[in-house]
């Protein structure tokens, strides 16, 4: 489908610089867009590209850069623009309408207007899919769950029984939500399962990563709320609360019971321990180690830099006798208070 850049430019409350009635098929990006296609620049160290780009157009955020490009749509932030119009420009498609034959109804789920349930997908007793849900080929729906309005779970997703999905979430391929949480009592012989009891609770406007697994509260339900993204392969554990607007890179594993706040972003590989609590605005770096709370929003960090691997080696020796050489310091320092 094509857009005139006044078209687009009204979409995203932008002023255009140029043919308004420039037809744009498509995006890209400054070094590879075509004539027909729309591109944007968001860091300022890129803007030498404006000079050589073959884009039709391109979201800017300011006069000063619309006038080295011959069509622009000046906007107050490009890369939120970008965001925006990729909605307009979107190929995925639902290969089928209503409830395919070989999907699999309970005669008690209540189905909503403009349900799709796609071929193999199972839908168990009590199920709730209110309007406009999309359930793709392969998916598992626990008996007594329901999903909100407009969401969609893509190919072969499985809930576990009575978990709540909010309204608009994407949940990608592979993604598992509900499982027992990791929840064992030792005994002698052995380990006691301790059997999972409460559910998942997830808000409006979550998008939820391929094969992540969100693990079902052990009493109390698992709770990510309104507007969290999640990347693909993170795991969450048995009743972790996660709060509004909080972003988790891919990899990252949060142990049980702990609690982070709101408009947190949590970078790839972060490992978080259990019973913990981080406050909102809290920023975790990659590969990090949480293994005590944050009670103060800012940027945090752990474990070593990279380096060569001879360095890394000296160095790691290093950090193993630091214990050592604390207590050598310790000496020292009272040696000399007693000279003085």
Same mark, same amino acid.
């Given at each position: 489908?094509?857009?005139?850049?006044?078209?687009?430019?009204?979409?995203?409350?932008?002023?255009?610089?140029?043919?308004? +009635?420039?037809?744009?098929?498509?995006?890209?990006?400054?070094?590879?867009?075509?004539?027909?296609?729309?591109?944007?620049?968001?860091?300022?160290?890129?803007?030498?590209?404006?000079?050589?780009?073959?884009?039709?157009?391109?979201?800017?955020?300011?006069?000063?850069?619309?006038?080295?490009?011959?069509?622009?749509?000046?906007?107050?932030?490009?890369?939120?623009?970008?965001?925006?119009? =990729?909605?307009?420009?979107?190929?995925?498609?639902?290969?089928?309408?209503?409830?395919?034959?070989?999907?699999?109804? =309970?005669?008690?789920?209540?189905?909503?207007?403009?349900?799709?349930?796609?071929?193999?997908?199972?839908?168990?007793?009590?199920?709730?899919?209110?309007?406009?849900?999309?359930?793709?080929?392969?998916?598992?729906?626990?008996?007594?769950?329901?999903?909100? =309005?407009?969401?969609?779970?893509?190919?072969?997703?499985?809930?576990?029984?009575?978990?709540?999905?909010?309204?608009?979430?994407?949940?990608?391929?592979?993604?598992?939500?509900?499982?027992?949480?990791?929840?064992?009592?030792?005994?002698?012989?052995?380990?006691?399962?301790?059997?999972?009891?409460?559910?998942?609770?997830?808000?409006?406007?979550?998008?939820?990563?391929?094969?992540?697994?969100?693990?079902?509260?052990?009493?109390?339900?698992?709770?990510?709320?309104?507007?969290?993204?999640?990347?693909?392969?993170?795991?969450?554990?048995?009743?972790?609360?996660?709060?509004?607007?909080?972003?988790?890179?891919?990899?990252?594993?949060?142990?049980?019971?702990?609690?982070?706040?709101?408009?947190?972003?949590?970078?790839?590989?972060?490992?978080?321990?259990?019973?913990?609590?981080?406050?909102?605005?809290?920023?975790?770096?990659?590969?990090?180690?949480?293994?005590? +709370?944050?009670?103060?929003?800012?940027?945090?960090?752990?474990?070593?830099?990279?380096?060569?691997?001879?360095?890394?080696?000296?160095?790691?020796?290093?950090?193993?006798?630091?214990?050592?050489?604390?207590?050598?310091?310790?000496?020292?320092?009272?040696?000399?208070?007693?000279?003085?």
């Amino acid at each position: 489908m094509s857009y005139t850049l006044g078209q687009l430019s009204e979409y995203v409350d932008g002023n255009v610089k140029g043919d308004e +009635s420039k037809l744009i098929d498509r995006l890209g990006t400054l070094d590879s867009a075509k004539p027909n296609e729309l591109s944007f620049i968001a860091n300022p160290k890129y803007l030498s590209a404006l000079d050589s780009t073959a884009a039709g157009a391109v979201l800017v955020k300011d006069q000063f850069q619309a006038e080295q490009i011959k069509n622009a749509i000046i906007v107050p932030d490009p890369y939120l623009a970008f965001a925006q119009l =990729s909605a307009l420009f979107d190929t995925a498609v639902s290969s089928w309408s209503n409830i395919h034959t070989s999907a699999t109804v =309970s005669e008690s789920a209540f189905i909503g207007q403009n349900v799709i349930v796609s071929p193999n997908a199972v839908i168990e007793d009590n199920v709730t899919l209110e309007d406009n849900v999309v359930v793709g080929p392969g998916c598992v729906i626990g008996a007594n769950s329901s999903i909100g =309005s407009g969401t969609k779970l893509n190919a072969n997703v499985t809930l576990y029984h009575s978990v709540v999905i909010g309204k608009h979430c994407i949940i990608h391929s592979g993604a598992v939500i509900g499982a027992d949480g990791f929840g064992f009592a030792p005994k002698i012989d052995g380990w006691q399962k301790i059997h999972q009891l409460g559910s998942v609770q997830i808000g409006d406007y979550v998008e939820i990563g391929a094969n992540t697994t969100i693990d079902r509260g052990a009493i109390e339900d698992t709770r990510i709320a309104n507007g969290v993204i999640i990347d693909n392969q993170v795991q969450i554990a048995h009743n972790v609360v996660i709060g509004d607007n909080t972003a988790i890179a891919g990899c990252a594993a949060i142990a049980g019971s702990t609690v982070i706040g709101k408009h947190c972003t949590i970078a790839g590989g972060v490992g978080i321990i259990g019973h913990l609590n981080i406050v909102d605005k809290v920023h975790i770096t990659a590969m990090s180690l949480v293994s005590k +709370s944050i009670l103060e929003a800012g940027s945090y960090s752990s474990g070593t830099a990279l380096d060569s691997t001879d360095k890394w080696k000296r160095s790691a020796a290093r950090l193993r006798r630091i214990d050592e050489m604390a207590k050598t310091v310790t000496q020292l320092d009272k040696q000399l208070n007693k000279s003085n």
